[in-house]
């Protein structure tokens, strides 16, 4: 299962709209997630967005999710891996380019 971080932040010109973050709650609020192994969903104290950390089989199951909330937010997507599997993965690189001779 591939894991991936999910950032957003508030579309630019919605500043002025009142009515768009009650729409954007209620949406929010009836929405069921595609991709539906969320491990976090955080949202950020200065008010500008928020992330979430999703793990799934299907990319198309993250596009589905934010594709109904682009109106109002733009997304971010990184597909991560945990750091214990990342580490050898270094090491692997850094011993390749050493054998390398200079």
Known sequence: MAKYVIQWKPRDGLAGDEAAPRRLLDVF????????????????????????IVETDNVLN??????KFEVWLEFSV????????????FNEAIDYTESIPK
């Open 29 to 52: 609020s009836k929405w069921t997630p595609a991709a539906a192994d969320i491990q976090q969903m955080l949202a950020r104290v200065d008010n500008q967005g928020g992330l979430s």
């Open 78 to 89: 990184t597909p991560v891996v945990d750091i214990t599997d990342a580490v050898p993965v």
């Open 62 to 67: 993250i596009l589905r999710d934010v594709s």
